[in-house]
Structures are given as C-alpha cells and as structure tokens.
C-alpha cells in the first residue's frame, strides 16, 4: 500500500498540475488577507451599538479577539479548499484523460487499493498546501492584528481552528477524489466541482437568508448541509449565536468526505477501461 | 528447442473459455474460447470490429466479462498476487501522461510494482529509447510510444507478453527488432500473444494463429496447419513460349491448368518437379517454374469472407 501511495505521489510530481495550482493560488492568498485586513479593521471599529440590534450578537461574537485571529489563520482558506478540491479532481480524472489509467490497473489490478492511494496522497498534497498557508497566515495574521491594535492571541480557540482548518483542507481534497470518480470527464468534474463550491455556497446562502427570513431562524442550521458553508462555520474559531455549532459542521463534513471516498471506490471497481 | 518448451510449462498458460462480452445489445466478444502455449508466439487475428481488443482487455480485468473467464497460469489476472512480474502488457500506445518524461512514466510503474527505480534505464535501453529518455512523451512519434509501452511491459521481466498491435506506427527496422525481440522471448520459454493487422507480418513472426471474426473462433492452431487447411492444392506459375503445348501435356496428367492475364500458365493438382518432367519429356522451353504456396493472407480473407465488417 505504502508503495501505492507513493506511486500516486511521483504521478503528481513528474506533472505540471501542483505548481500551476500553487502559482494560481499564491495571488488569490494574497487578496484574501488584503480582504480579511480590511474586514478585521472594520469589525474592531465597529460599535455594537450601530449594528441592527438581531444582528448584534452574532457581529460581536465574530468581533471577539479569538474569532479574529481564527479568522486571520485560517486566511485563503477559501480558494485554498478550492485548489485542493481540484487537485483531487485531476488525481483521477487525469487518469481517464491522459489513458494512464489502463497502466495504472495492469500495474495494480487491485482497484480499491488504486482509490484509496489517490485519497493518501492527495491528503499529503492538501495538508502540504495547508501547512505552507498556515505558516504564512502566522507570519501574516498577528501582523495585521497589531496594525488594527488588537494583541496577537495563541490561545486554544484560535489553534482549534487552525487545526480543523487543516481537516477541512483534508476532507475537501477528498471530495475532489470522489467527484473526480464520479464525472470521469476532466473539463465536467472541473466545472461542476467550481461551480458546486462557489456557486454552491453563494446560491445556498442567498436560498437560506430569504428561507430564513421566510420560516424563521432555524433554517440556518441548514447551512450545515452545504459543505462549502459547513467548512467554514467549522472554523469560525468561536460558536456564533443563532448558527450551529462548529462540531455540527466538522461531522458533517466527514461525514460527506467517507461518502464521497466510498462511492470513489465503488464506481472504480466496476468500471470498464476500454 | 529450448528448456521452456521441452519441459512442460503451464505456469505462463493462457487459457480463454466461454468468454463474453456484450455491449448494449451488441456481442463483441461470443462464447470465445482458445489456449495459448508458453514458448510459442501466438498471433491473434480477426479483422477490425472482430473483438480482439476486447478479449484481451478481459484478459487483463480492465474490462469484466459477461460470461465466461480468462486465465493466466491458471489465475484470473485480477488474483495475480505480483502482476508485473508475471504478465506484461502493451495495450494502445497512447497510456502514458502527455507532460510526463518516458523514464517517469516507468518510475512510477516502478514504485507502485516495488521494483527497483534502475529497472527504468534497463528497460528503456533494451528498447533502445535512452536516449529519449528525459524527453516529455507528447514530444514521441508513435513508434516512440510503442517502444515505451514495450519497455513498461518489461519492467517485472515477465513470462507472459501480451501485445496489442504493437507493431502500428513501427518503421521496417522496428518492425524487424519487435519480431526479432518477441520470437527470443518466446525462445526463452515465455508466452507471447500478439494481436495483429499485418499477416505478412504475422506469418514471419507467428507460431501459432487464433483467427476470430464477429467476437467468434473461426480457427486456431500452429501457421502451417492452419494454412495447409485451407488451401492443400499448391498453385505453380509457369511460363513457356510453347505454352499450348505444354498446357495439353500437362492436361494429360489430370492437372487443371488457368492461363492468366500475362499468358503464365496457372498448374494445379501437379507440383512442380512433375511439369519439369513433363516439359522435358516434350521438349517444351520452359522460362519460368514457380510454386506458389497460399500465405496466412489468403487464407485469414478465405475464412473471414461474409464475417468481416464493422458492427
Ligand atoms: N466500450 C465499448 N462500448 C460499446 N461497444 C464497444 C466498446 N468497445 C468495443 N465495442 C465494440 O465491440 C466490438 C469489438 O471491438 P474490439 O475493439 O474488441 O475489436 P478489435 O478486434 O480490437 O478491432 P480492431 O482490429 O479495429 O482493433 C466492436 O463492434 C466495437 O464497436
Ligand atoms: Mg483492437
């Protein structure tokens, strides 16, 4: 297996798709902490007295030093999760593509086995990409706090959700793997993958804001179903009033994760290469 | 002839029983079952459409079988504990990633295989692609390719070759090293199954033939037998300037006699040391004398004729 895995990695390596998405995903980091700057300055000036009194809560809850630094360390996460999606996408469907995928089972008729390797490897590559980011979020993050005055904070909250950013890191790649066994087409898989994430979490968002105003605020709990929104509830760094808990949207996320990865496998092992 | 074929080998066996494959409501493959014995080259023939690509993609479990099963040693391919070891494979030319150097396309076989990474320039020299070796495959013409594919089928020194028209897109000198290569391997004791268009070709490379059409056995057995089947009356082409004469002497020992198109008499039913005889003995100028055996070529058309044709 670990000879697998292995495999899998030198296949990424001796191709151009890692580093094209590393040069994509350096500029897109950087105009996430220019935003997120601004966010941050925006939200210690805030006062809470200006805020709509429904929305006061939750604005002072992600106002908090904690959910500011969570927020600052966990920055790019938003096209961070996207690239590693894509990654995982590329790690199967370049097979079909580029026909390897006929060598790849006569070297390893084993097709469970041929899955759960690109599932491996694509979580070293998606926990390389969020090791790299994150270390940068720390040189960056408490640089920005000092500018908008608030003291750096290390404390337990803020490395939860560095750490869960690092799962969500995880589990998107591995829906990247599953989507990628699901619509075997590169240009398909690509797409749906882009659209179901951005257009996913805008869509679902503006679906669940009207939903609520409509049905009452329950139907924000619904967001957890999103995966896209899931993923970032879970690392908002603190519970937010009136949204689901950060645990709810870790399950769930694992939860669709095993699902996609499974249903990689199983499509994998029937499927004709002809 | 050699140790692979006077001891009995079995463990690098080929055996096809019953296999089908059904596409839609399409039978590419039907109810095909044939051997295919170590130490021997086997040609596997069929024209286009006949379902030969799909046996062997059976063969290999890429794609799984409607009914039936296929054997190697006597192990479904999907069971084998070390694939590369035993069975190697050159299916179309085109697997390898198009951004990826020939010698990391062998690498990665390597790794996943657990052989030894030096395995790649053995193999790559052994098809004489070295000095390509750090070239990017979209950079490789088709022989190129088809050479690379040979060199990964090698890597775990396997008994058992399995090849799909590897010959397309090879120039004369690489078609004369592929047939050379692949009748040493079989020499060696190996099994070699090599699917193919080209029956002149296969006629020089093959021992044995299994001729499919319409995803059927239409005949299977050594070359010469399968030929001599067909066609036991050798023809002799003969050329004389008193070629009516002969014609009526020749018609005296019950042979039938054609005249073609440039005037050569066409003799069957008599060989040719018979018409040399019966010219002496009429004194009849003879000018030319030729036997000319029916080929693999005649005989793959004869059998195939009405089964042909795109399905
Ligand atoms: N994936 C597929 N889906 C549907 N039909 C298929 C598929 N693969 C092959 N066929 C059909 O099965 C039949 C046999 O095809 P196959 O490729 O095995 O023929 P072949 O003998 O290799 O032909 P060629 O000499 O042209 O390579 C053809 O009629 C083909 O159309
Ligand atoms: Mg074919």
Known sequence: MSNLVRAELVKIRTTSTWWIMTLIYLPLWGITLAFNWLQTDALTRTRLDDVPAEQSEAVGAVAQPDALAANLY???????????????????????????????????????????????????????????????????????????????????????????????????AFFGVGLGTLIRSQLGATVTGILLYLGGTIGALTVLVMAANRFGDWINNLQLLVPSLASALMTTGVDIPGEPPRWAGAAVLIGYGLLSGLIGILIMRRRDVS | ????????????????????????????????SFRVEPGRVTGFLGPNGAGKTTTLRMLLNLVTPTAGQATIGGRRYADLTDP?????????????????????????????????????????????????????????????????????????????????????????????????????????????????????????????????????????????????????????????????????????QSATVDVDDQGALLVRGVDAPTIGRVALAASVELHELATERPDLEGVFLELTAGKAGIR
């Open chain 2, 84 to 252: 590369v070891r035993h069975v190697g494979a050159v299916l179309e030319a085109s697997s390898a990633h198009k951004g990826r150097t020939g010698i990391n396309h062998l690498r990665v076989i390597c790794t996943a295989a657990g052989l030894p990474r030096s395995r790649a320039d053995e193999v790559l020299t052994q098809v004489g692609l070295a000095p390509a070796a750090q070239r990017k495959f979209k950079g490789y013409s088709l022989g190129m390719k088809q050479r690379l594919g040979i060199a990964a089928a090698m890597l775990g020194d396997p008994r058992v070759l399995i090849l799909d028209e590897p010959a397309n897109g090879l120039d004369p000198e690489g078609i004369r090293w592929m047939r050379g290569f692949l009748k040493s391997l079989a020499a060696e004791g190996r099994t070699v199954l090599v699917s193919s268009h080209l029956l002149s070709e296969m006629q020089l490379l093959a021992d044995d033939v299994v001729i499919i059409a319409a995803g059927r056995l239409i005949r299977q057995g050594p070359v010469d037998r399968v030929i001599g089947s067909m066609a036991q009356t050798a023809r002799v082409r003969v050329r004389s300037p008193q070629a009516e004469t002969l014609r009526a002497a020749l018609e005296q």
């Open chain 2, 1 to 32: 002839m050699t140790d692979g074929r006077s001891s009995p080998n079995t463990t690098g066996e080929i055996v096809v029983s019953r296999l089908t494959k059904i596409y839609g409501n399409a039978r590419a493959v039907n109810d095909l």
């Open chain 1, 74 to 172: 966990t920055n790019g996460q938003f096209f961070g999760l996207l690239m590693v999606m894509l990654l995982g996408i590329v790690v199967v469907t370049g097979e079909f593509f580029h026909q390897t995928v006929t060598t790849t089972f006569l070297t390893t008729p084993r097709r469970s086995a041929v899955v759960l390797a690109k599932l491996a490897a694509t979580a070293c590559l998606a926990l390389i990409f969020w090791l790299v980011t994150t270390s940068a979020n720390l040189l960056a993050g408490p640089a920005v706090l000092e500018v908008v005055g608030v003291s750096a904070q290390w404390g337990s909250a803020v490395w939860e959700a560095v750490v869960l950013n690092g799962l969500a890191y995880l589990l998107w």
